[in-house]
């Protein structure tokens, strides 16, 4: 079945905690045209899945939660909204005490959840509810049945995927902790289709590597143990403020590429075995086939995108590894590729990875992007729904960046899907034909 | 506090774009957080709207709510403006913005702009979408209506009037304002400015020379007919032209109006929709059981073609925007049933549920709930899906319109002929009623894939291992028949007879290529 790899992959640089090539960035403020971190709810609610999220907060976040990502498929779905009223923001006492009630409703009618999640919004951050007292003024109240948490998926300190940072960061403080002396465990922290969770424990297995757990785990009572011997790897790019909670109970960060595409995943494994000093033959053997795989399924793509000039705008902070994999693996040229936030030293490992003459850019000024990218003519712009339909309409190509989110692409299995999203748009393109 | 799970209605800033965005020539500078602008891909996605709508955001974040967020919003609106260059500016706040008190009107009063500035205030915690919408109509009306124009003299031209209402993201607006402007032009009136849709600044300042208003959609345009009325002395058409005699009614309220003579447009009345209804395959539409609920303006108009024009039996009426509850009420005594009032989606449901109707006009929220309960469904109202704008052209107002509610409601049941023979052949093993209509793939039963066991493969020697199996199972039902077709191909060629987990993916990359 094997086969030898179309694509040579370049060797990677040391994996260090920050970026051996000095890179300017640029740096913008404005108008941003990014969800905020409430949208993490729609794929939180699937994962976890005997968990609620109750959004305290406006007619703006349940319109939005709906909107985001078309999401009116269930009759009751597991996450919800508070609307906050003219006499909520009257007086604090009054909020916390309908919001009590809410509460005590909602679990009179789902007894089937066994964690609920408060999560702040842009309201009720302004009149400062404080939503960690009510979640343990809650918790207190209906422990063992339920755990109540919180954290905040508001747009003020929020963008997109940092609502899913904010949600695994405020479960870290519950996990149980894990017996001294025990065997190191591996945790995999950042939610995945469960698809690919399965063949990531099948790879650790094949490897040797015994305990591994997953954060977000699918059932909230199965919560992952944490502690001194546990070591964890990032399996996305945005969760800078769970990785710190991590470590705060002890638990060491494995650096590394982040797995997407053949590179990425071997990387990504790499770290791992690595640290629980698997032999590199064994490695070797173990990644292979899949690895091969990989990069057999996007050896089509690659002709389509090979050449290619690429242009990021900020979205779910996936945009430096995916532009790292168009690059060496697709042979793009990935002109801009811009990020809601930077990570530098998540991103160390990536960074290095890119090519140098790419331009990053942080955070964003819509107006003044979109000015850089008509100049730059790029080939495909990958951007939010806002501004693909636009961009579209005005003759260039485009990837709507929510389904890099949404669909599973980590992994080896995943790759050729991964490569298809970017190439499905210049198919299409060079598809149809409206007559002369 | 509401406990809240769906949402009719956005919150009364999504209103305002609405209204922004169907005009030419106005910029919406809102005070907002990050996050706000998810509603830009409401336009941009749901509609396929080709440029942006025109909100600036101002993008304020925590570490701004202690400093100036007041200087952001006057660099917002000033850069929006020399950006942009519109005739008239909106500015307003959305739900957080109104919280930290910053005064957008003052803000950009101000900042002495070349242009007109029209102030939004918009209630976001005790008001929606639809009075969002008609809010700021009436301010951009009241704003920018030059008080002394009135009509022309009546001799020597055609009557004119004003279509009021049609928004962005309303049901079919873009096709209605179409189909009535031809259905005014066939009684030789002219029409002289649709707003807000279609409408620009400039227009609107001449809004007082029509010699007549026509009021489309209620919701969003009542306030600005009562205002033109008092102050244009404008007088106002009310019937709402949805369905044949609503239509014909319609004719003859603006003929009198605009002193013409209505004959010739009710003679050349060019819709099938009457003999459709009166021919005999409709006959088993008879009496079929529908529950109606939607805006309050769609939702009377639809229960009138049901029961009077399609001959349909209506069990239950309602409305989501409590503005018009009234309106309602009265229809639904008219019509012998209880007006359900209410925008709390899972009461709404339920009570779906409780009357089991054959057909459901509704919303896409009632789209779900009919899915779910396995019942007929049509849309008639917003909120909107990507699936209420048709390429095709599809109006629901005047002949056309009828005719059009005609197919789309008919559409979802099982066809006459073919009810009748389920009748005949009830308890036949293969053609029965469970298999649902013929011509609607998507309410057929689950497809033989995906209900069959997966254990037996279909190729002559192969096995699946049962972690592969289970991996299969995996896979949304809608890709797992061509996974396992593919996998199973692969294997025969491969002389694999036992599917692993590795088969499937082998296969996977396989096919990729």
Not at chain 1, 146 to 171: H, K, M, N, P, W
Not at chain 2, 68 to 94: C, H, I, M, W, Y
Not at chain 2, 334 to 341: C, P
Not at chain 2, 385 to 399: E, I
Request: proline share 7%.
């Amino acid at each position: 079945m094997s086969s030898a790899p179309v694509v040579q992959l370049p060797a990677p640089t040391g994996l260090c905690a920050t970026p051996s090539i000095p890179r300017d960035i640029l740096r913008e403020r404005g108008q941003r045209e990014v969800f905020c971190g409430l949208t993490g709810i729609i794929w939180l609610h699937r994962k976890i899945q005997d968990a609620f999220f109750l959004v305290v907060g406006s007619r703006t976040c349940a319109h939005l939660l709906q909107s985001a990502a078309g999401v009116m498929v269930f009759a009751e779905p597991r996450f919800g909204t508070a609307i906050m009223e003219e006499r909520d923001l009257a007086g604090l006492a009054d909020a916390n005490e309908e919001l009590d009630s809410i509460v005590e409703q909602l679990l009179q009618r789902r007894p089937d959840i066994k964690m609920l999640f408060l999560v702040g919004s842009c309201p009720s951050e302004v009149i400062k509810l404080d939503l960690s007292r009510a979640a343990t003024r809650l918790s207190a109240k209906h422990l063992p049945r339920v755990r109540v948490l919180s954290y905040s998926g508001s747009g003020i300190e929020t963008t997109f995927t940092q609502g899913e940072d904010a949600c695994l960061a405020s479960l870290v403080p519950t996990l149980p902790a894990a017996k001294p002396g025990a065997a190191g465990d591996l945790l995999i922290v950042g939610s995945l289709p469960d698809i690919v969770e399965d063949q990531f424990k099948r790879l650790f297995a094949q490897l040797g590597i015994g305990r591994v757990d997953f954060l977000p785990a699918r059932q909230s009572v199965t919560l992952p143990t944490v502690g001194p011997d546990t070591v964890f790897l990032l399996a996305q790019p945005f969760l800078a403020d769970t990785a710190r909670a991590l470590e705060q109970r002890g638990a060491r960060h494995l650096p590394a590429a982040f797995p997407f595409g053949a590179e990425g995943t071997t990387l990504w494994l790499q770290a791992a075995a690595d640290h629980f000093g698997i032999d590199p033959q064994h490695f070797r053997a173990v990644v292979a086939p899949g690895r091969e795989r990989a990069i057999r399924a996007i050896a089509r793509s690659r002709e389509t995108l090979a050449g290619k000039r690429v242009f990021f705008f900020p979205d779910s902070q996936l945009e430096i590894p995916l532009a790292r994999f168009l690059a060496r693996e697709l042979a793009m040229i990935p002109v801009e590729v811009g990020t809601p936030y930077l990570h530098v030293q998540h991103l160390a490992p990536e960074m290095d990875l890119l090519p140098a003459d790419a331009r990053l850019s942080e955070g964003q000024d819509v107006d003044r992007q979109l000015a850089r990218c008509r100049a730059e003519k790029p080939d495909l712009v990958v951007c939010g729904l806002g501004l693909a339909n636009p961009l579209e309409a005005e003759g260039i190509s485009t990837k709507w960046s929510i389904e890099l989110v949404f669909s599973p692409v980590h992994g080896f299995d995943q790759a050729g899907d991964l490569a298809e999203l970017f190439a499905r748009p210049l198919m299409r393109r060079e598809l149809l034909r409206f007559g002369t | 506090m509401k406990l809240t799970v769906w949402t009719y209605e956005g919150p009364p800033h999504v209103g305002a774009m609405r209204v922004a965005s169907s005009m030419q020539g106005v910029h919406y500078v809102l005070h907002a957080p990050q996050g706000d602008t998810y509603a830009d891909l409401l336009f941009t996605m749901i509609q396929r709207d080709g440029k942006r709508p025109p909100v600036t955001y101002t993008t304020f974040q925590a570490r701004d709510l202690g400093g100036d967020t007041a200087e952001l919003f006057k660099n917002a609106a000033r850069e929006a403006v020399e950006r942009f260059r519109p005739q008239a500016l909106l500015v307003g706040s959305s739900c957080t913005a109104e919280l930290i008190q910053d005064d957008p009107g003052g803000l950009a009063e101000a900042l002495d702009l070349p242009i007109p500035v029209v102030p939004l205030e918009l209630p976001s915690y005790s008001k929606r979408e639809n009075w969002g919408a008609a809010e700021t109509f009436y301010q951009i009306v009241r704003r920018l209506a030059d008080r002394d124009v009135r009509p022309s003299p009546r001799e020597g031209r055609r009557p004119c009037c004003n279509l009021l209402g049609a928004t962005g993201l309303g049901f079919r607006h873009r096709d209605d304002v179409v189909e009535v402007t031809r259905l005014l032009a066939s009684l030789g009136i002219e029409v002289a400015l649709s707003a807000p849709m279609g409408a620009a600044p400039r227009d609107i300042a001449r809004i007082g020379s029509a010699d007549f208003n026509v009021l489309l959609y209620p919701e969003i345009g009542d306030v600005v007919a009562k205002w033109l009325e008092k102050t244009f002395h404008q007088p106002c058409v009310r019937t709402v032209p949805i369905g044949y005699g609503a239509t014909r009614d319609f004719i003859t309220e603006v003929a009198r109006l605009a002193g013409v003579d209505p004959a010739p447009a009710l003679a050349a009345d060019p819709s099938r929709m009457p003999w459709w209804s009166r021919s005999i395959d409709s006959t088993y539409l008879t009496g079929k059981r529908v529950f109606v609920f939607g805006d309050s303006t769609h939702a009377i108009a639809a229960a009138r073609v049901a029961s009077e024009e399609m001959g349909f039996k209506l069990v239950g009426l309602g409305c989501y925007n409590r503005e018009f509850a009234r309106d309602i009420r009265t229809a639904a005594e008219t019509y012998g049933v209880e007006a359900l009032i209410s925008d709390d989606y899972l009461e709404i449901e339920a009570k779906i549920a409780e009357l089991q109707p054959e057909l459901v006009l509704g919303t896409q929220m009632e789209r779900h709930i009919a899915k779910r309960l396995g019942i007929a469904c049509a849309v008639i109202s917003a909120p909107v899906h990507v699936q209420d704008f048709p390429a095709r052209y599809s109006p629901q107002m005047g002949f056309e319109g009828a005719n059009v509610l005609f197919d789309s409601w008919v559409h979802p049941l099982v066809m006459g002929l073919e009810e009748h023979l389920l009748t005949m052949f009830r308890d036949d093993f293969e053609f029965n009623d469970a298999q649902g209509p013929s011509h609607i793939a998507a309410s057929a039963p689950m497809p033989v894939e995906a209900a069959r066991p997966i254990t037996a493969a279909t190729g002559p020697h192969l096995v699946w291992d049962s972690e592969a199996e289970r991996e299969l199972g995996k896979i949304p039902f809608f890709v797992r028949g061509k996974a396992r077709r593919n996998t199973e191909r692969f294997a025969a060629e491969q002389g694999v007879e036992i599917i692993t987990i590795g088969t499937l993916y082998d296969a996977k990359s396989h096919y990729a290529r």
